[in-house]
Structures are given as C-alpha cells and as structure tokens.
C-alpha cells in the first residue's frame, strides 16, 4: 500500500469511527466507499466486523447507563435465528434485487419520515422485538448490515436518544460477534487482515473518541434526524451500482 492509499485508508477508519460515534452504526458504509478501492471486498468485509466490535463496543459503554438486557434479549435472540438464515440463502438470492428493494424502502422511509417530522411512537412488544431481531440478523446475513432494522424499529418507537442507542447497539455488538465467529469457522481470517486491521485502529479509536464528544451536544431532535440522514445514505448506497 503506497503513501497515498494508506492515507485514505487511514481517514476512512477516522471517519467511520466518527461517524459511529455519532450516531451508532453505519461505520460500515463509509469505511467501505473507499476502502473497496484499496483492498479486497473479503478484506473489507472482514474489517467491518473487526472495527465493528470496537464501535459497538465503545458504543455501550457510552450508554451503559441506559442499557436493560432484558429489553435487548429477544432482538439477540431473534438475530441468532436469522443470522443463520440469511447467510444459508446467500447463494439463492440475487443480490442485486436484495439490495435494490432494500435500498428503496430505506429511501422511501427518511424521505417520508425527513418531510413528516411528528411521528407518532408505535407500540411493540417481546414477539414484535424478537421479529424484529429476526429480521435484523437476515438482514445482516444476507447484506453485510446487520443494524438496520433495529434501527428503524427504534426510531418508531421513539424516545431519547440514549434509550434508542441502549438498544440498537447492543444488537449490532451481538450481530458482529456472531459474525466473527462464523468467520473464524470458516477460516477466513489471515495475517494480512490483522495488518490492515492494526493499522486502522489508531484512526477508528481516534474517529470514535471525537464522535462520542459530538454526540454529547445532540439533543433528541437532532440525533433523530441525523439518523434519518444516514439511512438515506444506506438507501442509496445500496441503490448504487457495485463495482
């Protein structure tokens, strides 16, 4: 890696550490704009799940306070029935369709939702977040983004800020491990990756650290609104042609 690609490569990891800071999740997306121009899509996705359990990690520890396990169990549970799932149907599921769907619905929600301000909060239950986790750990298996429906479930339900991250993040934590491990099983791990990965996590520390101060100006309003943004910005991501 010259000098000029280990420096985006390096202010990729700043900027998604930031980023997750902020908001909680898409680390992913935004390291991987520019990193799949540097390395190899398996490198990239092996990263993800490596930083990943850094940000989330951090990400608890920021709202520790605001965390109930027992409102986080089903989602977990849910996420290590589909999980499974969602990775099984890889191989009969035409990605391009997947991602396209998924991308409109993601548009079609923060547009709705960005233009409708007032949201009235929906009511759920175990059964709800245990689908809801189900659909969150098919997602991620099939996709790579395993927060995205808890997310959103979140955010329809409403509440602080602190409360919703006290969920969402959690989950995804859960989704990563379970993740690395499938990986490591499948021994998809290598030196290399554990370079790349040594090399990244000055900036994503770094990244994550400033994310987490800015995070602590955000009121309510805000920070609902700066996730709506960011799942536009998954929508289309997943909308854009894949190189």
Sequence with gaps: MDGLNLALFLAAAFFGGLTSGVSGFAMGLVVSGVWLHIISPGQN????VLCGLVTQGSGIWRVRHAVNWRTVAPFII??????????????????GTLRLTIGLLLVLYSLYNLIKPAVKPVQGGVTADLGVGVANGLIGGLTGLGGIAVT???????GPKDAQRAIFQPVMFATFVMSAI????AHAFSIETFKLYALALPALVAGIWCGLKLYGKLNDAAFRKMILLLLLFSG????????
């Excluded at 959103?152 to 409403?158: A, P, V």
């Design 45 to 48: 996705a092996l990263l993800i």
């Design 78 to 95: 849910g996420g290590a029935i589909g999980v499974p799932i969602g990775t099984a149907l890889l191989t009969s599921v035409d990605q």
């Design 152 to 158: 959103i479930w979140c955010q329809l339900r409403g």
């Design 182 to 185: 499938a990986l490591a099983v």
């Design 236 to 243: 289309l991501a997943l909308i854009a042609p894949m190189r």
